[in-house]
């Protein structure tokens, strides 16, 4: 002992104080890397508890060889190893700061206790502000926007208006352009909404926006789940075709974009069930009055995943908001995907301008961003509308999940959780997202062995025209019914995926060489147990028949009698007939309790 501590006192100072520094070096990166790791929860617990007590076996080991090269005069071992600990701990470095990378951006994919909410009074382009008195206002108390904002846009502004009560935007938005009402109270999501429905096509142009409020308020959403990864689950993506560079500012959601999303991690099975926007279905915060299931929306996340539980009996365990506009971001950053275009179109950019339109020709082709993001947009000029842009959706979904789990470099994947960071808000928790780690590497494991491993099994509702009437504004627009056969095979799909039901064996299986093999494809071509109740023509009919047909259907008659100078009298029909109704045929009977006819009279 005394001739180690004599040795000690003739070392060379320097060398003791580099030492001392590089302990320190070392010790600062290993602490910091330490937690790093500790935080990756549920992510190669036995291989992190490894690299931790290595760490610390190193520290201690280093500290005591490199005092006894000191000590001894070994320059070459003490340099080497002050050298490779001073490495280490750059390594640590590096390492640490792409695990915090990690640890953040997943932080930002979780919903937030508070979120910035925006909300506007609009009016038409060619409305002076001050001719603004008579304004409609959404009366649901829990619409942050619509109604909470709309309420501190008053306060702030010191408004005298008349306001209006509305049930729901679309007769709103109907009263608006007819000059029923001066301005209107909406949303912040309001022009992407409307811009979707024929009418109001050009509603950015035809309409500014008068006064403004963004507040930063507690979020109305109370969705969570306690669902491993580890077992089935289902996941619902909700499209928000926002402007907005990130998910932030595009708190209101616009439902245009439904998408139902099962995995089985033991199988490595996927479903995709993409629900048609215009889906007449009751609606679970309208006390299960039906309409489109994208008006579910104006209700919030959690009206939009309790009326599709609704629909299709299957607990929803997560769900992601997805700013579709971070679509060109993603897939940016994937080095673009291949995708089966399927009809030749143009679309708008990005930004919603045909100045820079994004023109595809039939085939499968190599997408970038601009170009993936227009054929999930795509619809006016498709033969079957919304319902080909959904499988579209479907197929970039289906390239892009394959396109994520083959990432090569770390820069690849930062790049791509950047991009997801900014567009996905999802009710995962930090801790569950980062337990997903053990999926994704199952599915490259066995992709890297096999490529048809993730198996992705799409689904296709079968529908069928269900054109509604609106009582209070008379005006018809687009919806679609179901028919149950298929909606219900659809859901046979997806609780199998689930492991809720048990699939039936297949008994017999005839097999024809000259007939190409399809896969099935979930509801596809089943068209049975349609609930279709429309009303008819009753033009040309008796009073007593449309008396009949009237209580059969729950449906009050009301009668006008009609002369030659009234524009509902019927020169084809004889007198004392039905000339006309109020109601064309064809709508559903949904929300129809009355519907006036028309009948022909002479003059006294």
Same mark, same amino acid.
């Given at each position: 002992?005394?001739?180690?501590?004599?040795?000690?006192?003739?070392?060379?100072?320097?060398?003791?104080i580099?030492y001392?520094?590089?302990?320190?070096?070392f010790?600062?990166?290993?602490?910091?890397?330490?937690?790093?790791?500790?935080?990756?929860?549920?992510?190669?617990?036995?291989?992190?508890?490894?690299?931790?007590?290595?760490?610390?076996?190193?520290?201690?080991?280093?500290?005591?060889?490199?005092?006894?090269?000191?000590?001894n005069?070994?320059?070459?071992?003490?340099?080497?190893?002050?050298?490779?600990?001073?490495?280490?701990?750059?390594?640590?470095?590096?390492?640490s700061?792409?695990?915090?990378?990690?640890?953040?951006?997943?932080?930002?994919l979780?919903?937030?206790?508070?979120?910035?909410?925006?909300g506007?009074?609009?009016?038409?382009?060619?409305?002076?502000?001050?001719?603004?008195?008579?304004?409609?206002?959404?009366?649901?108390?829990?619409?942050?926007?619509?109604?909470?904002?709309?309420?501190?846009?008053?306060?702030?502004n010191?408004?005298?208006?008349?306001?209006?009560?509305?049930?729901?935007?679309?007769?709103?938005?109907?009263?608006?352009?007819?000059?029923?009402?001066?301005?209107?109270?909406?949303?912040?999501?309001?022009?992407?909404?409307f811009?979707?429905?024929?009418?109001?096509?050009?509603?950015?142009?035809?309409?500014k926006?008068?006064?403004?409020?963004?507040?930063?308020?507690?979020?109305n959403?109370?969705?969570?789940?306690?669902?491993?990864l580890?077992?089935?689950?289902t996941?619902l993506?909700?499209?928000v075709?926002?402007?907005?560079?990130?998910?932030?500012?595009a708190?209101?959601?616009?439902?245009?974009?439904?998408?139902l999303?099962t995995?089985?991690?033991?199988t490595?099975?996927?479903?995709?069930?993409?629900?048609?926007?215009?889906?007449?279905?009751?609606?679970?915060?309208?006390?299960?009055?039906?309409?489109?299931?994208?008006?579910?929306?104006?209700?919030?996340?959690?009206?939009?995943?309790?009326?599709?539980?609704d629909?299709?009996?299957?607990?929803?365990?997560?769900?992601?908001?997805?700013n579709?506009?971070?679509?060109?971001?993603?897939?940016?950053?994937?080095d673009?995907?291949?995708?089966?275009?399927?009809?030749?179109f143009?679309?708008?950019?990005?930004?919603?301008?045909?100045?820079?339109?994004i023109?595809?020709?039939?085939?499968?082709?190599?997408?970038?961003?601009?170009?993936?993001?227009?054929?999930?947009?795509?619809?006016?000029?498709?033969?079957?509308?919304?319902?080909?842009?959904?499988?579209?959706?479907?197929?970039?979904?289906?390239?892009?999940?394959?396109?994520i789990v083959?990432?090569?470099?770390?820069?690849?994947?930062?790049?791509?959780?950047s991009?997801?960071s900014?567009?996905?808000?999802?009710?995962m928790?930090?801790?569950?997202i980062? /337990?997903?780690?053990? &999926?994704? @590497?199952? +599915?490259? *494991? %066995? #992709?890297?062995?096999?490529?048809?491993?993730? !198996?992705v099994?799409?689904?296709y509702?079968?529908?069928?025209?269900n054109?509604?009437?609106?009582?209070?504004?008379?005006?018809?627009?687009?919806?679609?019914?179901?028919y149950?056969? /298929?909606?219900?095979? &659809?859901? @046979?799909? +997806?609780? *199998? %995926? #689930?492991?809720?039901?048990?699939?039936?064996? !297949?008994?017999?299986?005839?097999?024809?060489?000259?007939?190409?093999?399809?896969?099935?494809?979930?509801?596809?071509?089943?068209?049975?147990?349609?609930?279709?109740?429309?009303?008819? /023509?009753?033009?040309?009919?008796?009073?007593?028949?449309?008396?009949?047909?009237?209580?059969?259907?729950?449906?009050? !008659?009301k009668?006008?009698?009609?002369?030659?100078?009234?524009?509902?009298?019927?020169?084809n029909?004889?007198?004392?007939?039905?000339?006309?109704?109020?109601?064309?045929?064809?709508? /559903?009977?949904?929300?129809?309790?009355?519907?006036?006819?028309?009948?022909?009279?002479?003059?006294?």
């Amino acid at each position: 002992m005394k001739r180690t501590l004599k040795r000690l006192f003739y070392t060379n100072k320097l060398k003791m104080i580099f030492y001392l520094f590089a302990i320190v070096v070392f010790l600062v990166p290993a602490i910091i890397f330490s937690i790093s790791l500790i935080r990756l929860n549920g992510i190669e617990t036995t291989i992190r508890i490894i690299v931790l007590f290595l760490i610390t076996c190193y520290f201690f080991y280093y500290i005591y060889k490199c005092y006894y090269y000191i000590v001894n005069k070994n320059k070459v071992k003490y340099y080497v190893s002050t050298i490779f600990t001073i490495i280490l701990a750059i390594i640590f470095i590096v390492l640490s700061y792409f695990i915090n990378i990690v640890y953040g951006e997943l932080g930002n994919l979780t919903q937030k206790d508070t979120s910035l909410y925006t909300g506007y009074l609009i009016s038409l382009t060619d409305t002076d502000k001050k001719d603004i008195k008579k304004v409609g206002m959404i009366n649901d108390t829990g619409d942050i926007e619509g109604f909470k904002i709309a309420n501190m846009i008053i306060k702030e502004n010191k408004l005298k208006l008349d306001l209006e009560s509305y049930d729901n935007y679309d007769d709103m938005m109907y009263d608006l352009y007819n000059n029923k009402i001066d301005g209107a109270f909406v949303q912040n999501n309001y022009l992407s909404y409307f811009s979707m429905d024929e009418a109001y096509f050009n509603i950015a142009s035809e309409t500014k926006v008068v006064y403004k409020k963004s507040s930063m308020e507690k979020n109305n959403i109370n969705l969570s789940s306690n669902k491993s990864l580890k077992e089935p689950f289902t996941v619902l993506l909700l499209g928000v075709d926002s402007t907005a560079d990130s998910i932030d500012a595009a708190t209101s959601l616009n439902g245009d974009t439904l998408m139902l999303i099962t995995f089985n991690p033991k199988t490595l099975n996927a479903t995709i069930f993409s629900i048609p926007r215009d889906l007449y279905v009751p609606i679970s915060c309208r006390k299960g009055n039906k309409a489109k299931i994208n008006s579910s929306s104006a209700g919030g996340i959690n009206c939009v995943i309790e009326t599709i539980k609704d629909l299709i009996d299957i607990d929803i365990d997560y769900y992601a908001k997805i700013n579709f506009r971070g679509v060109v971001d993603l897939v940016e950053a994937l080095d673009g995907i291949d995708v089966e275009v399927t009809y030749p179109f143009c679309e708008q950019d990005s930004n919603r301008s045909f100045y820079n339109q994004i023109c595809l020709k039939k085939g499968f082709q190599h997408l970038n961003g601009e170009q993936a993001l227009a054929y999930a947009r795509h619809r006016h000029s498709l033969p079957s509308g919304d319902l080909q842009r959904i499988q579209n959706q479907q197929l970039i979904v289906e390239a892009m999940t394959k396109k994520i789990v083959t990432l090569n470099t770390v820069t690849e994947f930062k790049d791509i959780l950047s991009a997801i960071s900014n567009n996905i808000v999802t009710n995962m928790s930090r801790d569950q997202i980062l /337990s997903s780690y053990n &999926i994704l @590497k199952d +599915m490259v *494991i %066995n #992709l890297i062995s096999d490529k048809d491993a993730l !198996i992705v099994s799409k689904a296709y509702l079968e529908v069928y025209d269900n054109r509604i009437y609106n009582e209070r504004n008379g005006t018809y627009s687009a919806a679609l019914g179901y028919y149950d056969e /298929s909606l219900k095979d &659809i859901i @046979k799909m +997806m609780k *199998i %995926n #689930l492991e809720l039901e048990t699939a039936e064996m !297949i008994t017999d299986f005839s097999f024809d060489a000259n007939t190409p093999y399809e896969v099935k494809v979930a509801g596809k071509g089943l068209k049975t147990g349609a609930n279709i109740r429309r009303t008819i /023509s009753l033009i040309g009919k008796t009073v007593s028949e449309a008396d009949s047909w009237g209580s059969a259907n729950n449906v009050t !008659i009301k009668k006008e009698y009609v002369t030659e100078d009234n524009p509902k009298y019927n020169s084809n029909v004889a007198v004392g007939l039905i000339a006309n109704q109020s109601i064309a045929a064809g709508m /559903s009977l949904d929300n129809i309790n009355s519907m006036t006819i028309y009948i022909n009279t002479v003059n006294e």
